[in-house]
């Protein structure tokens, strides 16, 4: 399903037809090091990934994680969506691109649209978070219009993240 386009991208929901991608994304080195090693080693990980992952909070919340797509070819180039986790009262925005298609703009085009979205749904503030480390999404996020709010440590989870905020 179709949840927007931007000026060169789709956003829709994830498909299980997309394990193969998600199976990619998710072993690049980038998310390995970034977000974490989720444990995807074949496309029936992939395809639980995607059932468990963002099928499920579609259902729960009516939105998740979006399948980022070049418009003119479909190609599915990252994710970008929002995210209602547990450990963080408000909703965050994440975004995930394959190394390829980094540094073009795109997480920046479609973060733009979500944070949009996000506040035609309803939401009056979104939050992100990131690893200390982490320069590139760091510096997305206050291009994006978000301030630094301290850090947070996730339930089970021992690494402190940096978190961001902004008001819709």
Not at 14 to 30: C, M, S, V, W
Not at 56 to 75: H, I, N, S, V
Not at 99 to 109: I, L, V
Request: proline letters at 2%; a neutral charge.
């Amino acid at each position: 399903m179709k949840v927007f386009e931007t000026e060169r991208l789709t956003l829709r929901w994830i498909e299980d037809r997309d394990a193969k991608f998600i199976y990619t994304l998710l072993n690049e080195p980038g998310w390995i090091k970034y977000i974490g090693d989720k444990g995807i080693h074949n496309l029936g990980d992939a395809t639980s990934y995607i059932k468990n992952g963002p099928r499920a909070m579609y259902e729960r919340e009516g939105f998740g994680l979006f399948l980022a797509q070049l418009k003119e070819c479909q190609t599915p180039i990252g994710l970008c969506g929002l995210i209602k986790r547990e450990g963080l009262v408000d909703v965050d925005i994440g975004f995930a691109f394959l190394k390829d298609y980094q540094s073009n703009g795109y997480a920046f085009e479609a973060a733009s649209k979500t944070l949009e979205y996000a506040k035609n749904i309803g939401l009056k503030k979104i939050v992100a978070i990131t690893t200390k480390d982490n320069q590139s999404s760091s510096k997305l996020l206050g291009k994006l219009g978000m301030s630094h709010d301290g850090c947070v440590t996730l339930p089970g989870d021992r690494e402190e993240l940096n978190k961001y905020t902004v008001v819709l």
